[in-house]
């Protein structure tokens, strides 16, 4: 039976190979995407449910599923991660990686319920035209649960994690004033929040410290900073709700960010499994 990183493996060959570029553009693929992140999470013992709304006349879904809370079962922590791509590119990193780590966190804690709900979500409609627009997944997504009243504690947007490099200057940042307070190996994982998420940025870095030697680094920067709100995570912002993102710094890190050369063999599967280990402790900590 394949290991965590066998796992993944096959989820971002699928995705990024076999399927390849999906957006609007590329319909049928993001289709096919959505019906296999759907038919993985029934794999796992779940009921998916979509959560579909039009775009250019197109039905597009974000696909969710449930572990319901045995104490504490109204309030939830959600796990997001976008399955579309940028035009032209087959999105191995950004963001299979992202959905593959979402795949596999479902799939660790199918029936192992927790004290609040666990929610796992797959968005549509991340990258542009519909980037920070009522056209996003998110957008949709968490606008619906502020309208419901739901009581969400935090959420984590997993977005490109999976480049990692140990030479020097082969990380850099989106602000001058970063350079003497972050390394410039780009060896770590980022967790990124903004100011009103700092007490669930605390919360969630120390909970993956205390899983793995990975090395992590967290930042509460202001939301209009370039790269600080680039993912789903900026909706729940919106919202009114606390969110984090988990990644490699994607731009800043990554030289085949929103390319065609963003494929499987760029991947470090190894550090991404151990990644996957940090936020398994970070939601159970979170989940109580």
Request: glycine fraction near 8%.
């Amino acid at each position: 039976m394949p290991n965590a990183e066998g796992r993944m493996r096959r989820h971002i060959q699928t995705l990024a190979l076999d399927i390849g570029e999906r957006n609007l553009w590329r319909y049928a693929a993001l289709t096919r995407a959505a019906d296999y992140i759907e038919a993985e999470f029934d794999a796992c013992g779940y009921s998916p449910a979509r959560q579909t709304y039009q775009v250019s006349r197109l039905p597009v879904s974000n696909i969710e599923v449930i572990l319901p809370g045995t104490a504490i079962a109204d309030e939830s922590i959600v796990l997001g991660a976008h399955y579309d791509t940028v035009n032209g590119s087959p999105g191995a990193n950004d963001n299979g990686t992202g959905v593959a780590a979402l795949l596999e966190l479902a799939q660790r804690f199918a029936d192992r319920p927790h004290r609040r709900t666990i929610r796992f979500v797959a968005f549509v409609n991340e990258e542009p035209p519909f980037f920070q627009t009522a056209q996003m997944g998110s957008m949709v997504y968490a606008a619906a649960a502020r309208a419901r009243g739901d009581r969400i504690a935090g959420m984590l947007s997993l977005e490109t994690m999976g480049y990692y490099s140990s030479e020097r200057g082969s990380q850099q940042y989106p602000a001058p004033e970063m350079n003497g307070l972050y390394p410039d190996v780009g060896d770590f994982i980022g967790f990124v929040a903004d100011d009103q998420s700092r007490d669930l940025l605390e919360r969630a870095s120390r909970a993956f410290m205390g899983r793995t030697s990975l090395p992590v680094h967290a930042a509460a920067l202001p939301a209009d900073l370039p790269g600080t709100g680039w993912s789903d995570h900026w909706s729940f912002w919106q919202a009114g709700y606390p969110a984090l993102m988990v990644t490699d710094t994607a731009p800043w890190r990554y030289p085949w960010y929103h390319t065609a050369e963003d494929t499987p063999d760029r991947i470090d599967f190894e550090k991404l499994a151990e990644v996957v280990n940090g936020l398994e402790a970070v939601a159970a900590a979170l989940a109580g």
